[in-house]
């Protein structure tokens, strides 16, 4: 039984346990954070499950009606190689994650009962993203993005900190703006197509889509608009630096990792199945994501390079690579896309990491800015070691996961005839050392005075380890998860 | 297990070891070094002595996306590379002894080893870009060594060149994949032949960029007088042999394996690149007579001579590949006897400036002596081999039509001249103390290895075809 109900059963025991852990609220932390890490563990086994039933059926996707009701009257969820790729970052990132927060996040909060909290908090957004990933209804996105709002601005202010509480404020406002236009989307949508199941939409939208224009267009850029404030494409970023710097570093990590992701990765969905690759280059779609993509990245790492704040700096490098991955939703055709995709899950596994080091160096050390990490190499070699790789990897250089991304974008931006694309995503790779090396330089090499600073603990540092290792092995052998965002890239371009 | 891997492992393996000994174990350390160099440099041997006993011209290994390949081009390289480390490694034993800092050094040194020896022996472009953007983060921190402000600078602005040039070559690789299909190297060329839209020029400016920048071809060649802050083994080996061929070795192959003189000629880009060669080679020669800082004053000579290599190779005849081939041998073997010397004196004496060396030939007369057997080649002189070098160089120029080449190189060796006689002449002159100092052991280490060279490069002149049946005529024949 649990075999035949996989789909609906990751999402469900996410969001079972996120309701459970309030009731230990009053006992040791210890039993959350082994619930926590349990139910993570069961969701990558459960995904490596699926994405063995998907191999095994020639990687076409399971589609499962839920509570047995078939679509279009049911919501169906459709498990493809999106859903695992997707359902494979969010497990194989928040795993490590809340390992890592398991380590000082009692005395981080200042109090038990909050810890409670902040998981139920963690698990409703794996919930939330997890829901986002299998889903094939459009106002199930709706609700998974709504979940997942609300989670990322709590895990925000879950640090009782002005700054933290400010932020998250502004993150609530921009967000409920944009999960407005999302709805606003939905309903044209439903308007024009009376349908919210994805696949029958898409089948009504083509033959409709020329009768209304105008309404499809609002309908797009309403989407657009609402995923890109969720997901800081620029212009719509404004939220995200101050909300990635000042949130705790599992949330920050969680948040600039996964979250942003999901809503890419909906707004993906969105796009390709309902939309379809034929109208949105009809519609010329496709150029503005490409162009957005291009702008993102320069304004992205150009803002990066001015912050001497680590955690800012990170939070807008975050920025520049969402325009990488929407420069490769823009491109249409298969290399780029799927380059895209696996840039998305290598990004999450990279940013996440390196959120974690920079937060274990900042509470280890006190050191919060650039200027001052001379030293760091010395004091913390392990964790700084780490964050070099990491660096390495975000810049694209080869035997690492970022090159891959890196290496097919470039071919799919040549492939749709793009030069400028290409030059662009070299001269971001380029800012990006602009804004990384110095991190590693002044850490390694800047002569700094005598300290007692101590490396942060084991459990943290295998976390980081974890990530790690995945970025190393994914940039030597990146075959089966390139396969899977090829198959991803294939499943939302064929139609 | 292909003798090629043997090579770029071996190094690989032993600069993580090297990473790992405590930072006093400094016997110890050194015997790895030397025995890693020694395995490495001889598992090249070996692919070579294969390769040139006329068996089997050709060595290649594959392995998914990494392949190697082992023909004649890719062995003058690594030949060169390969035993110069060896004779490097000696050098800096009696150079930096109480160096604060061996084993970072130590650790990237052979780390460089192996990312150039896999330069060397890439079999498609793909390999030969990944070890290319590996080598300059693994001899940045060798550039950087000293940790000074100035070093500091130096390796930031030779970080931004590199990875400009990176970049330029990342795409120009893509673009190639996609117009010709494949990016392996083979024995013809890569590209298309009948491919000559503006387009293909493009990919040119490219590929001349990103090779361009290590190949010290002006005006991307500013990161390498900076450069010359690094430790002498550094700049010598690095910046006037590995990291420099480097670049020469991927125009080459980008010449030869992607474009093919054929396409090249069609196109009609010969004059454009004779052009930026021969601007290079006089204005490096002329900026070079400036410099009163010794190392630098070589910086800007190893800048004017690479572009001899690559006026060479852009003649598209074989004559000048030829010459660009000898010259690759004799420049790295003369060039690095420079600096072994220059910092032989500076190690001694402590003076890094061409005006402050009066007198001193008596003080370290072996140094002085060897340093001028080599100016000597550097002007192009006979006995030493690098006359043979230019004059093939020479000749390419006049058989391609191109007479204004002779007068570049004829310029060229004038101005060579005039700058490095003064500084064996200034050895002569004033009053410095009598008593020679190279008796010390370090003195030793230093000057024997330049001693090695300075023998094999007049023997090499007098029987230049110890050296060129093999690699020229190797080289020239699986391209012609």
């Known amino acids: 039984m649990i075999q035949e109900n996989l789909p609906v059963l990751l999402v469900v025991t996410l969001l079972f346990t996120a309701y459970l852990l309030p009731i230990f609220t009053k006992r040791r932390p210890r039993i959350i954070e082994l619930l926590v890490v349990t139910v993570e563990c069961l969701i990558l086994g459960g995904t490596l499950y699926l ?113 933290a509480i400010k932020a998250a404020f502004r993150y609530l406002l921009l967000a409920t703006v944009g999960s407005g236009f999302i709805f606003a989307g939905i309903g044209l949508i439903y308007l024009v197509t009376g349908n919210l199941d994805m696949t029958f939409a898409f089948t009504e939208l083509s033959q409709r889509a020329y009768t209304y224009p105008h309404v499809v267009r609002l309908a797009i850029s309403f989407f657009v608009i609402g995923f890109g404030t969720k997901a800081a494409l620029f212009p719509l970023h404004l939220w995200l630096p101050d909300a990635h710097s000042a949130a705790l570093t599992p949330a920050s990590a969680i948040l600039s990792g996964l979250a942003v992701k999901g809503y890419i990765i909906a707004l993906a969905k969105i796009l390709y199945i309902i939309v379809g690759p034929a109208l949105l280059q009809a519609l010329s779609i496709d150029r503005i994501l490409l162009l957005m993509g291009m702008v993102a990245i320069v304004a992205g790492s150009l803002l990066a390079l001015a912050q001497d704040e680590l955690k800012r700096r990170l939070a807008y490098s975050t920025v520049a690579q969402v325009g990488y991955i929407f420069l490769g939703l823009g491109l249409m055709n298969t290399t780029g896309l ?19 080091a920079a937060g274990a160096i900042i509470s280890r050390t006190g050191k919060e800015r650039v200027s001052q990490m001379a030293g760091v190499g010395r004091e913390m070699p392990i964790t700084m070691g780490i964050f070099t790789i990491c660096s390495f990897a975000l810049m694209g250089l080869p035997l690492l996961s970022g090159f891959i991304g890196k290496w097919n974008l470039l071919r799919g931006s040549i492939q749709a005839g793009s030069f400028l694309a290409s030059l662009v995503i070299i001269l971001g790779s380029l800012l990006c050392a602009g804004y990384l090396l110095p991190v590693i330089r002044t850490a390694y090499f800047v002569p700094a005075g005598t300290t007692t600073t101590k490396e942060t603990s084991f ?37 | 297990m292909s003798f090629m891997l043997v090579g770029i492992l071996s190094a690989l393996i032993g600069g993580v070891i090297v990473a790992l000994l405590p930072e006093e174990s400094q016997k110890l350390r050194r015997g790895i070094v030397l025995a890693t160099c020694l395995l490495s440099a001889l598992s090249v041997w070996q692919v070579a002595a294969t390769i040139f006993s006329k068996t089997s011209p050709l060595n290649t290994l594959e392995w998914g996306i990494w392949q190697f390949r082992a023909d004649p081009l890719a062995l003058s390289y690594a030949l060169i590379a390969g035993t110069l480390w060896v004779l490097t490694a000696i050098y800096s034993y009696g150079y930096m002894p109480q160096d604060p800092r061996q084993r970072s050094f130590y650790a990237f040194f052979l780390l460089s080893m192996g990312i150039t020896l896999g330069i060397a022996f890439a079999g498609n472009l793909l390999v030969l870009y990944i070890f290319y953007e590996l080598l300059t983060f693994s001899t940045y921190p060798l550039v950087i060594h000293r940790r000074s402000e100035e070093a500091l600078r130096a390796g930031k602005k030779y970080i931004i060149y590199s990875l400009v040039g990176a970049g330029a070559l990342l795409v120009a690789i893509v673009a190639t994949g996609f117009m010709a299909g494949s990016l392996s190297f083979g024995t013809g060329a890569i590209l ?82 004779l052009v930026l060669a021969s601007f290079t080679v006089l204005a490096g020669s002329i900026v070079a007579l ?75 007369p072996w140094t002085f002596a060897l340093f001028g057997i080599a100016s000597l080649g550097m002007v ?31 310029i060229s060796g004038i101005l060579n001249a005039c700058y490095f006689f003064p500084i064996v002449i200034q050895g002569f002159l004033g009053t410095g103390p009598i008593r020679s100092t190279e008796g010390n052991k370090e003195t030793y280490l230093m000057l024997v290895p330049c001693a090695l060279l300075v023998v094999f490069a007049l ?16 080289v020239v024949g699986s391209f012609f």
Not at chain 2, 200 to 208: D, E
Not at chain 2, 237 to 249: I, R
Not at chain 2, 382 to 407: C, D, H, I, R, T
């Open chain 2, 290 to 364: 400036r410099q009163d800082v010794l190392k630098k004053r070589l910086a800007y000579s190893t800048i004017s001579q690479l572009s001899y290599m690559l006026v060479g190779a852009f003649t598209l005849s074989s004559f000048g590949l030829s010459g660009a081939i000898f010259h690759m041998l004799n420049h790295s073997i003369i060039k690095i006897t420079l600096f072994f010397c220059a910092g032989a004196i500076e190690h001694n004496t402590g003076k890094t400036r061409v005006s402050e060396l009066a007198g001193l030939e008596r003080t370290l």
């Open chain 2, 459 to 474: 023997v090499l002149g007098v029987y230049p075809n110890l050296a060129w049946s093999y690699l020229v005529d190797g």
């Open chain 1, 338 to 356: 799927a380059g895209a995709l696996f840039y998305a899950a290598s990004h999450a596994i990279i940013k996440a990491c390196l959120f974690l």
């Open chain 1, 51 to 163: 994405a063995g039933l998907i191999a095994r059926q020639g990687r076409a996707p399971i589609i499962y009606p839920a509570g047995g009701w078939p679509a279009p009257w049911g919501i169906e969820l459709s498990v493809g190689s999106l859903s695992i790729l997707f359902l494979l970052m969010i497990a194989g990132v928040g795993l490590p994650v809340a390992i890592f927060a398991t380590d000082g996040i009692t005395w981080q909060l200042r109090s038990r009962q909050r810890v409670a909290w902040f998981f139920t908090l963690y698990l409703l957004l794996a919930a939330a993203l997890a829901g986002l990933a299998v889903t094939n209804d459009l106002f199930n996105v709706y609700v998974f993005v709504e979940v997942a709002t609300i989670s990322c601005c709590a895990l925000v202010a879950a640090k009782d900190d002005p700054l």
């Open chain 1, 459 to 495: 459990l943290q540092i295998s976390s980081m380890l974890i990530l790690t290792v995945f970025v190393i092995v994914l940039g030597i052998a990146p075959g089966p998860l390139w396969n899977l965002a090829w198959q991803a890239a294939r499943d939302l371009l064929g139609g």
């Open chain 2, 192 to 273: 298309d032949q009948t491919a000559t839209s503006g387009k293909t020029v493009w990919l040119l400016i490219l590929f001349v960029i990103g090779f361009g920048v290590k190949a010290a071809l002006m005006p991307l060649h500013r990161w390498l007088p900076q450069a010359m802050v690094a430790p002498t083994p550094v700049s010598a080996l690095l910046h006037a042999v590995a990291v420099v061929n480097a670049g020469v070795f991927g125009l080459l192959r980008v010449v030869y394996s992607v474009f093919g003189p054929d396409l090249l000629t069609k196109l009609g880009v010969r004059p454009y690149l």
């Open chain 2, 380 to 410: 192009g002189m006979l006995p030493v081999s690098a006359f043979w070098s230019k004059y093939y160089l020479m000749k390419a120029g006049l058989s391609s039509g191109n007479w204004p080449l002779l007068l570049v190189f004829i």
